[in-house]
């Protein structure tokens, strides 16, 4: 059974940064698309940003883009997310999203809270 536990999460002021990781185990890790989604309090689950697997392909939202940078490094099975010029709207609950088509498999990681306030 795959797992996906998120770090890096934490309180932060307005244009500060954070990093967060995405530790997988338990599938094969370089086979998966990886995502992180977003989701506040009262609000829908939202998708901040993914990267195909290889690495090669990336996408944002509108919202992060210039802002965000996703990557992954296969051989530590973790993918990141680099947040910058952080603003309180960007303060929610981060989850990892492991996705792959070929027998439709999914994984989710159990969140890190990020709070961007002064």
């Known amino acids: 059974q795959g797992q996906l536990v998120e770090s890096g999460g934490g309180l932060v002021q307005p244009g500060g940064s954070l990093r967060l990781s995405c530790a997988a185990s338990?599938?094969?890790?370089?086979?998966?698309?990886m995502s992180w989604y977003r989701q506040a309090p009262g609000k829908e689950r939202e998708l901040v940003a993914s990267?195909?697997?290889?690495?090669?392909?990336?996408n944002y939202a509108d919202y992060v883009k210039g802002r965000f940078t996703i990557s992954r490094d296969n051989a530590k099975n973790t993918v990141y997310l680099q947040m910058n010029s952080l603003a309180p709207e960007d303060t929610a609950v981060y989850l990892c999203?492991?996705?792959?088509?070929?027998?439709?498999?999914?994984?989710w990681g159990q969140g890190t809270q990020v709070t961007v306030s002064s």
């Open positions: 999203n492991a996705r792959r088509m070929i027998g439709r498999i999914e994984y």
């Open positions: 338990g599938f094969t890790f370089s086979t998966f698309r």
């Open positions: 990267i195909s697997s290889t690495g090669g392909i990336t």
